[in-house]
C-alpha cells in the first residue's frame, strides 16, 4: 500500500512539474502584474491624499491672506497652489477668489488672467464654467462682445445654460441685436426655477425689449 501511494504522489508531482513547466512563467508574471497594479494603486492614493493634505494647508494661508483683504499675498498663495497643486479643487478655488479680490482691488486685467487660469486648467468642468461665466462678464465690461460670445460658447456644463442664455443676451443686446438677445432671454426665463429671484432680473430685461412680465401680462388680461 505504501509502495502505491508512493507511485501515485511520484506521478501526481511529475504532472505538477509538467504543468508548472508549461505555465509557471505566465503564473508568475500574472501575479507579478497584479501585486504591481495593487501597489501602484495603493501609491496613487497615499499621493492624492498627501497632495489634498498639503494643498489644504496652502489653501489656509490664502483664505488667511483672503480675510485680511491682503491682496499681494493672497495672490502670492493663490501662484503657489496652482504651480504646486493645479490638479486640486482648492488651486481652481483660489484662482475664482482671488479673482474677486483683484477686481474690488481695481486689478480687472489680474482678475481676468486668474479667471482664464481656472476656466483652461480648473481641476473639475464646473470650475471652468463657472471661472469662463465670471470672465465673459469681465469681456463684456470690456466692450469685448464677441470674445464674451466665444468664451460662453464654451460652458457646457448644463446647471449653467440658463446663466450663459442671459449673459448672451447681454452681449447681444450691447451689440444692439435686440431680436436675438430677446430670444437668450426668454431661453435663459425658461430655464430657471420659478422659485428663483434671479428671475426677476430677466423679466426686467425683457421688459425693456417690450415683453410683458408674468405680472404685466395677467393684470392686462384681466383689464380685457
Not at 507579478?32 to 496613487?44: D, I, K, N, P, S
Not at 465690461?141 to 447681454?170: C, I, N
Request: proline fraction near 2%; charged fraction near 25%.
Amino acid at each position: 500500500m505504501a509502495a502505491h501511494l508512493d507511485l501515485e504522489e511520484q506521478e501526481q508531482l511529475e504532472q505538477l512539474k509538467a504543468f508548472w513547466k508549461r505555465w509557471g512563467n505566465l503564473i508568475t508574471w500574472l501575479i507579478t502584474a497584479v501585486l504591481a497594479a495593487f501597489a501602484a494603486w495603493q501609491g496613487w492614493n497615499w499621493y492624492q491624499r498627501d497632495q489634498a493634505a498639503k494643498a489644504g494647508a496652502m489653501y489656509e494661508e490664502f483664505e488667511r491672506a483672503l480675510s485680511a483683504q491682503d491682496l499681494d499675498k493672497a495672490a502670492v498663495a493663490a501662484a503657489d497652489l496652482k504651480a504646486r497643486f493645479a490638479a486640486t479643487g482648492y488651486a481652481a478655488q483660489a484662482g475664482l477668489q482671488v479673482a474677486k479680490l483683484q477686481l474690488d482691488k481695481g486689478k480687472a486685467d489680474d482678475a481676468k488672467q486668474s479667471l482664464a487660469w481656472v476656466a483652461e486648467q480648473g481641476a473639475e468642468p464646473p470650475y471652468r464654467d463657472l471661472a469662463r461665466l465670471r470672465l465673459a462678464g469681465l469681456q463684456l465690461d470690456a466692450k469685448a462682445y464677441d470674445d464674451a460670445l466665444k468664451t460662453l460658447d464654451a460652458v457646457k456644463s448644463p446647471e449653467f445654460s440658463a446663466l450663459v442664455a442671459d449673459r448672451r443676451g447681454d452681449a447681444l443686446l450691447l451689440q444692439d441685436k435686440r431680436d436675438a438677445a430677446k430670444a437668450e432671454y426668454q431661453k435663459a426665463l425658461a430655464g430657471l426655477d420659478k422659485t428663483q429671484d434671479y428671475r426677476r432680473v430677466v423679466e426686467a430685461k425683457l421688459a425693456t425689449l417690450g415683453v410683458p412680465t408674468v405680472v404685466e401680462a395677467a393684470a392686462a388680461g384681466a383689464v380685457q
